[in-house]
């Protein structure tokens, strides 16, 4: 019988695989995961927007003060009109009482020059037009406009019922107005325009019977016939025009003026509280009993 020979494995090679079978023997440990952490409640208290139209806030040419540029500064003074209650009712959106109020006077045609103002806001009547807003900032409306005719009662054109009737007649009105712009489009009289560098000029031609009739904005019409112009008379008022086009007065600020929303602001709450409505109840109530020229 022949017996199989007997493998002897070298030492290194046993103590090899016995390590080997050891190591696998052995479960690598696995670690053990730190505990969740307990959430923690955080309440964030929102930081207060401030009012940027807060009158501590607002950058007007003299601290604490507000100035209003105006043409005609009696107007303003005497605290009596539309324009005059206007101003003093925006003054109040603003938080500036009347004491706090300073009145410049500026020129109408410098109000809406480019450049820097004497004013931080400006109230003359100026009909909003697009070519003014490219120089300075005009506010939102504050009184959608019809132009009349002022003429003294004793001229044969207070008769004038038509725009037709109109015609002939010899008229003027301030330049750079929608006034002048009236007669030359709506009116398109047959006889040369007369042009004034402010409408108090052309009253003083008006009283001195130079002109037969003197086309201003309602409102100026009103003024003119109850305290510039003994024995004058509102002969007539042109239809308003609709629609977002249409002409309106607007207060002129410097181009890009940061009053200019705030302004906005004041003349939007006027309206929504019904004192604009009121100012011109008051002041111009006798509107609807102005004729409206036909054709």
């Known amino acids: 019988m022949t017996r199989r020979p007997v493998r002897i494995l070298s030492l290194p090679l046993l ?3 016995i390590a080997s079978c050891s190591a696998a023997a052995t479960p690598t440990p696995v670690p053990t995961p730190p505990p969740a952490p307990t959430p923690i409640s955080v309440t964030i208290t929102p930081t207060p927007t401030a ?3 807060d009158k501590s806030l607002l950058k ?3 601290a604490g003060k507000l ?26 959106k603003l938080d500036y009482a009347n004491a706090d109020v300073v009145l410049t006077v500026v020129p109408f045609d410098d109000s809406y020059k480019p450049g820097a103002k004497p004013f931080d806001f400006y109230l003359a009547q100026v009909s909003y037009t697009a070519d003014r807003a490219q120089q300075v900032d005009m506010s939102d409306g504050y009184y959608f406009v019809a132009q009349a005719v002022v003429s003294l009662a004793a001229n044969p054109i207070a008769g004038a019922k038509s725009i037709a009737d109109l015609k002939n007649y010899k008229i003027g009105a301030q330049q750079g107005t929608m006034a002048y712009d009236t007669i030359q489009n709506v009116i398109a009289p047959s006889t040369k325009t007369s042009v004034y560098d402010s409408n108090d000029a052309a009253i003083q031609a008006l009283k001195a019977q130079q002109i037969d009739g003197l086309v ?22 042109f239809p308003v025009a609709q629609g977002a086009s249409a002409e309106h007065f607007s207060l002129v600020l410097a181009k890009g003026s940061s009053m200019t929303t705030c302004v ?6 006027l309206n929504a509280d019904g004192t604009l409505a009121q100012i011109i109840t008051q002041w111009l109530s006798e509107k609807a009993s102005v004729p409206i020229f036909t054709q």
Request: glycine share 8%; charged share 10%.
């Open 216 to 237: 201003v904005d309602l409102p100026t019409a009103f003024d003119i016939t109850s305290t510039q112009l003994d024995n004058s008379v509102i002969v007539g008022q």
């Open 51 to 53: 009012n940027p139209c």
């Open 15 to 17: 103590a090899a695989m």
């Open 60 to 62: 007007t040419l003299t």
């Open 264 to 269: 906005n602001s004041a003349i939007a709450s």
């Open 67 to 92: 100035t209003i540029g105006t043409d005609n500064i009696q107007r303003l003074l005497s605290g009596q009109g539309f324009e005059s209650a206007v101003a003093y009712a925006v003054a109040g």
